[in-house]
């Protein structure tokens, strides 16, 4: 039988980093939107740059819709598996203490 271990708090704290990254990201897209509104029509229009700036913001509103996601998914993984890995501790010390009060 294989083992599995996961450190729960590691896990944790890397999963913690992921709203930094994501407000950090979000400024960069605030930036980004704000750099095309600020720059003029005669910019934006030479080779469809105000369009890629555009879509840039777009894929980054993605990209922290799937980092809030992966947070939240990750968080509740982690509570299911520290809840389960403390069900099994608890059966295991129940099924030891039977075979010790059974070998007495």
């Known amino acids: 039988m294989t083992e599995i271990y996961i450190d729960i708090r590691e896990v944790r704290h890397v999963n913690y980093e992921l ?3 994501e407000e950090r990201s979000g400024s960069i897209q605030n930036h980004t939107r704000q750099l095309t509104q600020s720059m ?3 910019i934006l229009e030479k080779y ?3 369009e890629r700036l555009m879509a840039v913001c777009r894929d980054m509103g993605k990209w922290r819709e799937k980092v809030r996601e992966l947070f939240e998914v990750t968080k509740s993984c982690m509570e299911y598996y520290a809840e389960t890995e403390s069900i099994n501790e608890r059966n ?5 203490q039977w075979f010790d ?3 007495d």
Do not use: E
Not at 92 to 96: K, S, T, W
């Open 40 to 42: 003029p029509n005669i």
């Open 101 to 103: 009060s059974d070998i």
């Open 19 to 21: 709203p930094r990254l």
């Open 48 to 50: 469809q740059i105000g």
């Open 92 to 96: 295991a010390d129940m099924l030891l």
